[in-house]
Nanobody, 127 residues
């Protein structure tokens, strides 16, 4: 079993920055992909960014490309999401998620392809 704990959310003005962290624990941690999703009120959960645990390949949603950066620290079993130039529409609960192993037809953006989820951290962008 893998536990994920997010931190770093909060209230920020539009144009500002935040850095989210997600620490994984539980036996010897390894993963195929760690990712971030978000869910705004009344909307479906959507993919934000993902990173391969081995190799560091990254993938971003078009809506955050150029503004958000995902990174990981394998030694700390932690993934980060640096969010710059925040917009009002970035307001959401942000969730960390892990895909434990590769699988056929893997889709970075599909929530069902992730095996473990954190509890979420609120990010609110104000005008």
């Amino acid at each position: 079993q893998v536990q994920l704990v997010e931190s770093g959310g909060g209230l920020v003005q539009a144009g500002g920055s935040l850095r989210l962290s997600c620490a994984a624990s539980g036996r010897t941690f390894s993963a195929y992909v760690m990712g971030w999703f978000r869910q705004a009120p009344g909307k479906e959960r959507e993919f934000v960014a993902g990173i391969k645990w081995n190799g560091g390949t990254t993938y971003y949603a078009d809506s955050v490309k150029g503004r958000f950066t995902i990174s990981r620290d394998n030694a700390k079993a932690t993934v980060y999401l640096q969010m710059n130039s925040l917009k009002l529409e970035d307001t959401a609960v942000y969730y960390c998620a892990v895909t434990a192993y590769s699988r056929p037809h893997y889709d970075w953006t599909r929530a069902n392809d992730y095996d473990y989820w954190g509890q979420g951290t609120q990010v609110t962008v104000s005008s």
